[in-house]
Every structure is written in C-alpha cells, then in structure tokens.
C-alpha cells in the first residue's frame, strides 16, 4: 500500500532520517545508536549474534564492555522507538541475538528504491509503458543521495566496510 505512511520510516539514502508517526526522531544516544539501527533494518531478514554486533560497533573494548554498549544502544532504540500496542514490535531480542522485524510497521527507503528498479527493469525497453515510468519515477523519488552521505564512525573499521558496501 504505497499510499499509506508507515509508522516507522528510515531513510539512509543521503542524510540519515528517521520518523515516528512523521515526526522526526532525533534523540538517539550516539552515532553508533544510529549505525546499529541502519544495520539491523538493512540486515532486517538476518538475526544477529550479540557478541558479533558488540565486536562490530565497539571492536577496541573488551568484550564484556563492548556488550554492556550494545545493550546500552538497545536500549536507547527502544526508547526512542516504541512499539506500538496495534503493530508487531520493532525488535525481535533474545539472550543471544537481536533482529530488526521485517512485518513491523515501517517503511526503508533502500527497500522503496529497490523494489522500483526491480519493477522498472521487467518492461523491456522496447515496450516502455506507463508502469515502466512510474517505476522509475518511484526510484528517483527514493533516492535522495549516496547511501548515509556525511555518516562517519570513528573507530569501527567493520561498519564503514559494510557501509562501503550497502
């Protein structure tokens, strides 16, 4: 349902963005907060080990304080974003893993601009009809720059390969 505004909505194409109900939140404890929900809702079909995040985001500190920021960051997350009592939740955390929940109620933007390329790329060229255009209409509407342009975390070597690479 392309018309409806999702309750959650996560832009990472150009400058990070992200609203709840439409509003802007803006209250996330640190950069790497940031970084971990990009990277949950960007591996949103994956859950993910603990431990990995916490080596992922905090890879110079020993393990047992790299988790104790993780759960910090997690703990921020759901602050700031929570779930509502009509949709399932944002988060699917266990002992071990954390997910983001792909049937939450929310909208990525590198998942609009997929979808419309995808779609755009069935019509052949030949026969380029009204769907075609609207396809890549959509696409050019989802992109609003490089993937998190000006996004920079010191001191975490994975993420800005992952980064490099979304």
């Known amino acids: ?62 393990e047992k304080t790299a988790r104790t920021y993780l759960r910090q960051s997690l703990a921020n997350l ?27 109620d929310h909208r990525l933007d590198l998942v609009d601009l997929s979808q419309a390329l995808s779609g755009a790329a069935i019509h052949p060229l030949q026969t380029a009809d009204a769907g075609w255009l609207t396809d890549l209409e959509r696409a050019a509407d989802a992109y609003r720059g490089d993937f998190l342009a000006g996004f920079f975390l010191d001191g975490c070597p994975g993420f800005e390969e992952c980064q490099l690479l979304m």
């Open 1 to 62: 349902d392309r018309g409806r505004v999702s309750q959650l909505s996560i832009c990472l194409l150009g400058s990070f963005d992200v609203r709840l109900a439409g509003q802007p939140v803006t209250n996330f404890s640190s950069n790497k907060t940031r970084a971990l929900l990009t990277y949950l809702a960007v591996e949103a079909e994956h859950s993910h080990q603990r431990v990995r995040l916490a080596d992922l985001f905090w890879p110079d500190w020993p």
């Open 78 to 104: 759901r602050h700031i974003l929570p779930d509502s009592p009509t949709s399932p939740p944002y988060f699917l955390p266990d002992r071990q893993s954390v997910r983001f929940n792909p049937a939450c």
